[in-house]
């Protein structure tokens, strides 16, 4: 069967969650991540795999561990040090009917391939008038906080949030890191699926089998009726420490965890803060720039007049991260800062 | 040579040229928007390279690809539709010139990046490595584009998978001003090949009988899992480097010597007759059947409706 | 005398406005650009231009014209089409004792080079414990208009925004684009000097010789009282046709010209929002993850209660930029839109 | 080779391998944060390159960087003070391991962006080609980065402007975990130099004597105004990728196997005691020194204060 465009018929979304029976397992994030490779590539041979240091090595941060032995080197394809070119090969499979899942090891490295995430991939559908679909993931990680200073340790996705065609998504657990990219893996659009290298190591349950967690969705990870945190990715862990100490002031705190910057659940957020009439913007990039300028206008502009203080973020300081560990705590907000910027918002 | 791939080899560099010749003409008249780069010169690379593809072979196409997309056998009504902007072309008016694509003859498009398409025709090479299926992927490219890193990493990439992929550099002697040969410390581009140990060949470009013959080889190969070739072709183009360039980086003797030392239709021509593969009668024919294709062509786009209103669903495949 | 280091000394920073008795030329943006350039050029030899098509063909929009003739091919360095390695080279040079200048032809190419800008130019210094100085201009021009359709009409101004270490500049004027560049090329920091291609045929007056426009100050290019509206780049000339009509329906709207949105004037658009009380931000880039996000977020977290109304963004659609002309002109905003906006600001 | 160089060879491996094994005390003892790459095994193609260098000359370096911080005459202590994040390291603690520079020697930096510093090693050629000096930069980097678009974009640009620089490819054989073979469909990654018209020499890695005269070939070649080289030096990194891999990608027989037939400094030892360039004294001297000297090293940098606390003035050279 000759494969020809990309218009041939592809699987539907995603759309049901877990069923409340799923069993369920404690994993690692990376684990999780690498249960859903697994499980899409069981379902699916056109799910491939490319990278650097994903064979033997498992990939930097183990997520494709075992998948060399278990699929072989045509489906775990180990590339060369060539960021544009293992990006845009992907994007050539994925335009010809494969669904890619390319690996960039450090989120740092994007900007030697996003010419092919940008102007090609996340493109190549509108400009041809309809006649491609892109079913591309790049899975990245990003963030602080392991001593690698500069060039290792960036939270970027806001470049990615700015582009017209791609999705952005960004699992702070284990669960969501599984039931999102197998939601991504098979969704026919463009993806930045962005970790945490602090999270990998990170445990929670996870449901076994087929998980589906669908893109879009933000989901409340604490209630709470004071103050709305909203955040993503290694932030969320941090806000929930955060939103304990704080009930402990009598501080009820709704931990918002977007999950998935682009397509953005405005609706979960806007309803929280006005709720709460209090909205606190936390993530780990630095703010100049930053996604929390995108929902913290958005706050501002669609409840302005629901809200009891002005929005606030609370971001990564405007400096490349710093190799010393007290200088590298520093500059990214911990769970006392978040703790201090909503009780400020909350008591004024 | 036999008799048919001679006269369609013909046809199709005449309809290239011929495009070339009313988008020009549309343009002057202001009903293209834009940019138009003419593909007028090398016509031979494009009409010789994709004889050898079929529908479900893939090429990659640049800035400069209405030749491409002509030998790759789109419709010229949608051609010229797009470039009108018109709800009918190609891209229903979204990508014009620069993004014509047509992925049910397995053309995955235009592209504006120099350098954008290579990769992507690699990738379109895994594709049938994975499927295990005889199709190959076609990479048209310029000398300029040779100068960019997505070349190195993708011919690197092919090489050590041994994609079936041909990496058609089009050498016409000019990146917009640049000449290659100040762009260039060697001669030959052809040689880069050896740095990803993979065939590399130079032919001349002006040649369609030996464009043909060379991208026999290296796509025959290519069907029979013998890997990429890079394949350059000795070219010039005719017009500046888009409409309306000033070529303030060329001689007027320059400019005008390719009338009469470098025009692959004049020459195939000549060959044609001289072999008596067919008489000047019939290719005479031809020019005038594709002209007058052309005018219906034409016809047909101007004709069509205006490019629709955006919707937010098109830019997504799944909402 | 043997080049060192970068940490050569070096010319200082620009202050002085221009004087009132300037002499005054009307000259196109093109024009002035070329002006900065030679002008700078001349005065310094270390400062040299890199870039595509820059030397007998003058820049794919007439910004070189004339200096390759002027100062030959050692100053006037035309490159291969490498933007990689093109501004990697500029940075070498800028590390080492040079004032280089790249261009990358249109913005749409930059993440081709972005590495180098983002990962070692914006970073040496910090990296290297202020051993480095990188005093680099890219300039570089964006924007739609001109039907080149979505690989060659971008705003991409927000990605370089959000960089630590970077300054990003966007002039709407010839007498702005003049005085910034020649600014930017005396700054000893690394630079985005983002024009855009609709301007480069627009005329105003410029002063001859010498012109500094200082970075970081915004411009009130027409004062007001009832409603702000915070812009850059072409959409300045938008929001003034705008504030025409706006004035004739009685409104006054105040366009404060952003100019360099790194560093951002904050003083200027704080104090115009608290005079106006009302704030509308305007841009050509897409909304989503654009710079109208940290500018309206700034605004309702430091002049919330100075607000009548929530702070508004206007800006481009969600989409790639399309071929077709009526298309294209739909998808940024335009003197109506802005027009449209403000009004139902003002009026409710 | 005259007895003072080939000691000061020597001593530079030797303080390279010493200062390798220092670092990874240290970072078993929990006092580097972070990640460190050793240069182990690779110490003759630092130390022979290097030794033409004066300190005007440039280098840009990897993520594998030490050694060539070391060769390029950096303070042992400055560097171990780095890595140990002191206010005293050459980055006072904003860089460690990947980002130590050294401007004040020409060392531009270690890098983390594999590729990243040979585009601005082509720079600082550039900058001495302006300036008319006769001073010459040199880009390390490994055999990975030869596949990146940065080693292609940079190579054509210095070879078509005559640079004086000399790129110089460390083939340890691996990238991370992916051998050479594999990532290469070539044998001789110098060939690669023919691509721009560069001359390319592949040299034995092992042999501090062989790097030091191919270098010094490249580098006065360089000087006197013709241009550019690529230089490859097969080599062999004795440890994992990074502190702690698990080298998965290896036998036990290749891990060990290093300390019998890969050591540069083994090897050195041999022909300067057996062609009667020194005594075997005097080299035991010199370790014993570098090993004093490296011990005085750690002391002071762990004596140093932790690094200060950010200023807002420090991102930017005009505030
Ligand atoms: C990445 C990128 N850089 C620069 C340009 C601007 N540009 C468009 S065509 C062109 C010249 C291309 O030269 P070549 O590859 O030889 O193709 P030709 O135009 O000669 O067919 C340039 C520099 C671009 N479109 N994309
Ligand atoms: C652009 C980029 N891609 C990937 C990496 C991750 N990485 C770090 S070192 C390395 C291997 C480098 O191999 P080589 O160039 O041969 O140098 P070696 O480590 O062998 O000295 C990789 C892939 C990186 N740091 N930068
Ligand atoms: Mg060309
Ligand atoms: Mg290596």
Avoid at chain 1, 21 to 30: I, L, R, S
Avoid at chain 1, 188 to 212: A, Q
Avoid at chain 1, 327 to 332: A, I, M, Q, R
Wanted: overall charge negative; proline content about 5%; charged content about 25%.
């Amino acid at each position: 069967m000759p494969a020809t465009s990309g218009t041939a018929p592809t699987t539907s979304s995603p759309t049901a969650a877990p069923s409340a029976a799923a069993v369920q397992k404690e994993m690692f994030y990376a684990e999780a991540l690498n249960d859903a490779l697994r499980i899409e590539m069981e379902r699916d041979p056109r799910v491939i795999v490319l990278g650097e240091d994903i064979a033997e090595h498992g990939g930097a941060f183990q997520v494709t561990a075992g998948l060399l032995a278990e699929f072989g080197p045509m489906r775990i394809m180990q590339t060369p040090i060539s960021e544009i070119g293992l990006v845009g090969t992907a994007v050539g499979a994925a335009l010809t009917g494969m669904r890619p899942v390319a690996e960039l090891m450090y989120i740092d490295f994007s900007g030697l391939a996003i010419d092919q995430i940008v102007n090609q991939a996340a493109q190549n559908r509108f400009m041809f008038g309809g006649q491609a679909r892109v079913p591309l993931v790049v899975r990245t990680q990003g963030g602080s906080g392991r001593g690698n200073a500069a060039q290792h340790s960036k939270s970027l996705e806001a470049w990615f949030t700015h582009v017209a065609g791609l999705k952005v998504v960004m699992p702070s657990t284990p669960a969501d890191a599984k039931g999102l990219l197998a939601s991504a893996i098979r969704d026919d659009d463009p993806i930045m699926f962005i970790e945490h290298k602090l999270l990998y190591r990170t445990k929670g349950l996870v449901p076994t089998g087929e998980h589906l967690v669908p893109l879009g969705k933000a989901d409340i990870k604490r209630a709470g009726t004071d103050v709305t945190i909203v955040t993503w990715s290694r932030e969320v862990l941090f806000a929930l420490e955060a939103a304990a100490t704080l009930a402990e002031e009598g501080i009820s705190a709704e931990v918002v965890d977007v999950r998935s910057l682009v397509p953005l659940d405005k609706a979960t957020i806007l309803a929280s803060v006005c709720k709460t009439r209090r909205c606190l913007v936390v993530h780990e990039a630095i703010k100049r720039g930053g996604y929390g300028g995108e929902i913290a206008a958005l706050v501002a502009e669609e409840a302005f007049d629901d809200l009891d203080a002005p929005p606030r973020r609370l971001a990564g300081a405007e400096t490349p991260i710093p190799y010393a560990q007290p200088l590298e705590l520093g500059v990214v907000p911990q769970a006392a800062d978040i703790v201090r910027a909503a009780r400020e918002l909350v008591r004024g | 040579m036999d008799k048919k791939t001679a006269l369609h080899l013909y046809r199709v560099m005449r309809e290239i040229r011929r495009f070339e010749q009313r988008s020009t003409t549309l343009f002057g008249e202001n009903k293209i928007w834009g940019t138009i780069h003419s593909y007028a010169g090398e016509e031979a690379i494009a009409a010789g390279v994709c004889e050898h593809l079929r529908d479900d072979d893939w090429i990659t196409s640049t800035h400069r690809g209405h030749g491409h997309c002509i030998a790759k056998r789109a419709e010229l009504g949608k051609m010229f539709a797009e470039l009108l902007g018109k709800e009918t072309g190609y891209c229903r008016g979204r990508g014009g010139s620069m993004h014509i694509a047509d992925t049910s003859k397995g053309n995955l498009g235009a592209n504006g990046i120099v350098g954008g398409g290579i990769p992507i025709a690699t990738g379109a090479a895994l594709t049938a490595k994975q499927l295990g299926t005889d199709q190959v992927a076609v990479s048209f490219f310029g000398d300029g584009a040779a100068n960019q890193g997505t070349f190195h990493e993708s011919l690197n990439i092919a090489a050590i998978w041994k994609l079936p992929v041909i990496y058609v550099c089009e050498n016409n002697q000019y990146a917009e001003s640049f000449p290659t040969k100040k762009a260039f410390a060697i001669e030959d581009i052809a040689i880069r090949a050896t740095s990803y140990g993979m065939p590399g060949t130079r032919v001349d470009g002006r040649d369609v009988a030996k464009v043909y013959e060379a991208a026999g080889e290296a796509i025959t190969r290519a069907r029979a899992g013998g890997g990429p070739t890079l394949l350059v072709c000795e070219s010039y183009r005719h017009e500046g480097h888009y409409y309306g360039d000033p070529r303030k980086y060329q001689t007027k003797e320059e400019i005008e010597g390719w009338k009469t030392t470098f025009d692959p239709l004049l020459d195939a021509r000549a060959w044609i007759i001289r072999d008596k593969v067919a008489t000047e009668a019939e290719l005479d024919a031809i020019d005038r059947d594709v002209d007058e294709e052309m005018e219906r062509a034409v016809a047909w786009a101007e004709a069509g409706p205006p490019a629709s209103p955006l919707t937010a669903e098109e830019i997504y495949a799944s909402n």
